[in-house]
């Protein structure tokens, strides 16, 4: 019988604390020598709808790539999974509005696979969104929403069930992390799983240069819009009055590291006060460090598995060979 709940816990953040801790990470990323914020707050209810649309633009290939993956070979990687597992629950770290993974989802219902479905979001916003449509569009799904970080909300996915666990981290989501950082991240995962378990994650393959630094700059604009949002949402939550029309959004690719940034640029000196207390001062031409998009090649991707934990087990790409669905085995 589906049921439909965002669990409450003393892990979930709570309005107050998370500001408090949005207020220490801004504060902190604008007094690092080489300025920073951490993209993790991208995501409140209009950053959400302003990436949703990024991922309807036509640079944007992305989207399209993991869309064919999960429409026209879900049945492979519900096979996959039960190759290596059974007895299993599905947890998505960072589940967006669950568009591409809804295919799996319901080739796993079709499939008569009993599971739950725990989506992770840090937004309140996509929970409240799942709540309200998944349950309406995949009858008899089994769902449960936690709102807060990644481990936090693992740990408690992994106490209300002992299943065993299949995580999908979709949409190249890894590659918001420099490759240092990746490994680090797919460290920290692996200890929040169990010998068996089993990890479906998207990464961005290398390609034409252009065709990915264009993704992240596409011509409605949507992107930089994107960034331009966290400093409204700082000017709105912590009193912050940074002048959007002195900062000008500058991606950049470089093909052999595979990382695609974004900053904005500062175009002149200039102070923004956050708060009643902290006063950050820019010069002309200073770059504030927004976010990474990593691109991978299959040599590196399977590095990354091992050093993380895990052993490759299957692989899922689309018809051009941009972008692949890797499934992993915690070992």
Known sequence: ??????????????RSRHTSTFYNDVVQGLRAQQKYLDPKYFYDAPGDVLFQ???????????ACEMEIMQEQSAAIAAAFDEHASDYDIVELGAGDASKSVHLLKQLLDNGVDYTYFPIDISGNVIQLLEDSLPESLPGLQFQGLQGEYFEMLKVANDISPKR???????????NFTPFAARSFCQQLRRHMHPGD??????????????????????????????????????????????????????????????????????????????????IKFRENEPLYMEISQKYDPVEIDQLASLGGFAPVARFSDHRNWFSDYLWQAI
Request: one cysteine or more; proline letters at 4%; hydrophobic letters at 35%.
């Open 165 to 175: 666990k299949i995580i999908l981290f979709m949409g190249a989501n890894i590659g």
């Open 198 to 279: 089993l990890l479906l994650t998207g990464f961005d393959l290398k390609k034409h240069p252009q065709l990915i630094l264009h993704a992240y700059n596409d011509d409605a604009g949507i992107t930089r819009e994107f960034n331009f949002n966290l400093l409204r949402r700082i000017n709105r939550e912590l009193d912050g009055n940074f002048d959007i029309s002195q900062f000008e959004h500058f991606p950049t690719y470089d093909p052999q590291t595979g990382s695609c940034k974004s900053y904005l640029i500062s175009l002149c000196d200039q102070q923004v006060r956050i708060g009643d207390n902290v006063v």
């Open 53 to 63: 649309q990024i991922m309807q633009c036509p640079e944007y290939y992305l989207t």
């Open 1 to 14: 019988m589906a049921h439909s709940t965002v669990i409450s816990t003393p892990a979930t953040v709570s």
